[in-house]
């Protein structure tokens, strides 16, 4: 049974920068395309990032991009999310997600395993 576990997340202050991490057992990493969702609290879930299977294309969110980074190291099953100049609206939880197609979806009802998620907090 495939598994995925998040970890890293903290609170820090506005400009910071943080990483988290998803590990993946129970499979093999290199069969899946991965991403990141985070939900803040009393909103929806939103898409983050997305890497495909061979890790050769990633997606990013318009309200991150140039500040987050997925990336993925097959050979230790393990998925990241690095996360610079931290901003009040980053506050959530942050789930990784996984999926058996090559380039992965933004959409949450189109994935089939995800993690139980893992808080990142901004201070104020």
């Known amino acids: 049974q495939v598994q995925l576990v998040e970890s890293g997340g903290r609170l820090v202050q506005a400009g910071d920068s943080l990483r988290l991490s998803c590990a993946l057992s129970?499979?093999?990493?290199?069969?899946?395309?991965m991403g990141w969702f985070r939900q803040a609290p009393g909103k929806e879930r939103e898409f983050v990032a997305r890497?495909?299977?061979?890790?050769?294309?990633?997606w990013h969110a318009d309200s991150v991009k140039g500040r987050f980074t997925i990336s993925r190291e097959n050979a230790k099953n393990s998925v990241y999310l690095q996360m610079n100049i931290l901003k009040p609206e980053d506050t959530g939880v942050y789930f990784c997600?996984?999926?058996?197609?090559?380039?992965?979806?933004?959409?949450?009802?189109?994935?089939?395993?995800w993690g139980k998620g893992t808080l990142v907090t901004l201070s104020s």
């Open positions: 129970g499979g093999t990493l290199s069969f899946y395309a």
């Open positions: 997600t996984g999926d058996m197609s090559a380039f992965g979806s933004s959409q949450p009802d189109d994935l089939y395993y």
């Open positions: 890497i495909s299977r061979s890790g050769g294309a990633t």
